[in-house]
């Protein structure tokens, strides 16, 4: 309880402060750095955390949003206010967003969806999980809101990984909340599907039984004939979500931002057998801001070496500025920078020992991405001098 005042303490602060001072933008709001979207989250995480929507931070802030909503050229804001509303419990201005939103649906036989832009955004998945939770905020929900939230739905688990996430972080926290939101809404203790997936190739047919003893459990059986066709079926009474997963490796694929870069120089003394490689990676910035969000540079390790990455520190140590997290793995190293400056190259040094030798050695991969953006990304390789 006591965490929770803090941070219910701290969103009335920084609304009662109006955003006075923060002039820097960020693409965790969606790409759209103004007073609405912010005003609009905050508003949304008091009132799911049960602050009454009569309180005074509360009736104060949706005061300064009511005017601004006539007027929202931007689909993702108007997304996150309809939710907003939705919660607040005010239905007219709930239905003028909602209004705006179903006239710029992207619409594909039983599928619905929103977009940024015509042409399709990353934005795609956290717009629509926002309108879908505004959609179920409110109750109690009619067929023809299940309807409609089932559109959304349909188009929603298309976008999901083999992992069950989405392209970022943030788009997964709101795409999983508003799907768990639906689970709920339509979780029923009765009823059982049976799923057949077979193939145009005689013999292989996998069943799954889906009823109120394993509803909850992740069931997956490895295709054969891939490539190949197969069939879904399904018999029941139940709702069941079917995906297929296929992975491949292919040569990496050269990424190119207009933003970020990343630059690797290997340097090693070629008298001395199976010597250490010392690795200079330099990150520059040329976007339109003044920095970056948080940035991730993902060091693939050559085969036969390990990373000694005492050389990035343990933040806040002076000789690796901006590092806040270095993670370790068995065949790469993640480095979480606070951000990038623009026109400041930022460069790093990471030690390399090799332990096993490897014949006809490939290439390895440094990778940087932003956090909140990872389409925003440049990769490019490294190899060991005289291998």
Known sequence: MASQARILWLLRLHLNQQFIGSSRTSRKEGGVGDNVTMTGYIVASLLEMGVLVTDPVITNALSCLRPVVRNLGNTYVTALLAYTFSLAGETRTRAQLLNALNSVAISEGNKLHWSQTSSGDTLAVEISSYVLLAVLSVQPLTTTDLGYANRIVNWLVTQQNPYGGFSSTQDTVVALHALSLLAAEVFSLEGSSTVTVQSSVAGEVYNFDVNRDNRLLYQEKPLKNVPGKYSVGVKGSTCVSVQAACFYNIPPPIKVSRTLSVEVKVARDCKVRGADLMLTITVKYSGAKPTTNMVIVDIKLLSGFTADTS???????????LVQRVDAGD????????????????????????????NDLKPAVVEVYDYYQPSDAFETTYMPPCS
């Open 311 to 321: 050389l990035l520190g343990s933040p806040p140590d002076s000789f690796a500025p």
């Open 331 to 358: 065949d790469h190293v993640l480095v979480y920078l606070k951000e990038v400056p623009k026109g400041v190259p930022m460069t790093y040094s990471l030690q390399l020992k090799q332990v096993l030798a490897v």
